[in-house]
């Protein structure tokens, strides 16, 4: 069971808007920034957001991040079937110690 | 170009030691925090231990504290994560990451391809 919650799945059409949540709490995402990162299995993760809602270059804007409280959300636009990955939310979690992710989100472009 | 290749995975019995290696290349490897992340097979990412720049500084997971001890060598820009008592739980795809660490700000800005280590009789 993770610290920050994901919903395991969601999908939509190409050419179509998705949203990713996740949901954590003031040991965590309310009081730090989230991160968000795009993995296809057995390959290396990249990230695609952070500080919230700051894209590294290369990331196209169709990737956003914003974060309000302790819930987070990862917005992607103009969905492309190369797009179909896990998503992970990130962050420090200050009553652990620890570096917290999300469970991941598999995302299918229909 | 920035890269991490990661080195060292395998096959070993529970109760056994590996090490991992991790090699930097294409960026200033003293000025940053490393880390290791890792997935089991059907799971998601779990984060493992970070150092900082120095070595002054080590975090683990609870679940590897006291097994596993994360170390670099700055001059040979490389990082390592040695692993011992290991259990069959520890299998799993083992990532060398980058990690930037600022005020309330923590994230892995790049990521190796990752090396399997399997723990079973």
């Known amino acids: 069971q993770s610290v920050l919650t994901q919903p395991p799945s969601v999908s939509a059409a190409p050419g179509q808007k998705v949203t990713i949540s996740c949901s954590g709490s003031s040991s965590n995402l309310g009081n730090n920034y989230v991160s968000w990162y795009l993995h296809l299995p057995g390959t290396a993760p990249k990230l695609l957001i952070y500080?919230?809602?700051k894209r590294p270059s290369g990331i196209p804007d169709r990737f956003s991040g914003s974060k309000s409280g302790t819930s987070a959300t990862l917005g992607i636009t103009g969905l492309q079937t190369g797009d179909e990955a896990d998503y992970y939310c990130?962050?420090?979690?200050?009553?652990?110690?620890?570096?917290?992710f999300g469970g991941g989100t598999k995302l299918t472009v229909l | 170009e920035a890269q991490l290749v990661e080195s060292g995975g395998g096959l070993v019995q529970p109760g056994g030691s590996l090490r991992l290696s991790c090699a930097a290349s294409g960026f200033t490897f003293n000025t940053y925090w490393m880390s290791w992340v890792r997935q089991a097979p059907g799971k998601g990412l779990e984060w493992v231990a970070n150092m900082r720049q120095d070595g002054s500084e080590k975090l683990y997971m609870d679940s590897v504290k006291g097994r596993f001890t994360i170390s670099r060598d700055n001059s040979k820009n490389s990082t390592y994560l040695q692993m011992s008592y290991l259990r069959a739980e520890d299998t799993a795809l083992y990532y060398c990451?980058?990690?930037?660490?600022?005020?309330?700000?923590?994230?892995?800005?790049?990521w190796g391809q990752g090396t399997l280590v399997t723990v079973s009789s």
């Open positions: 990451a980058r990690f930037r660490r600022y005020l309330s700000s923590w994230y892995f800005d790049l």
């Open positions: 990130g962050t420090w979690d200050s009553s652990l110690s620890a570096v917290v």
């Open positions: 500080d919230n809602n």
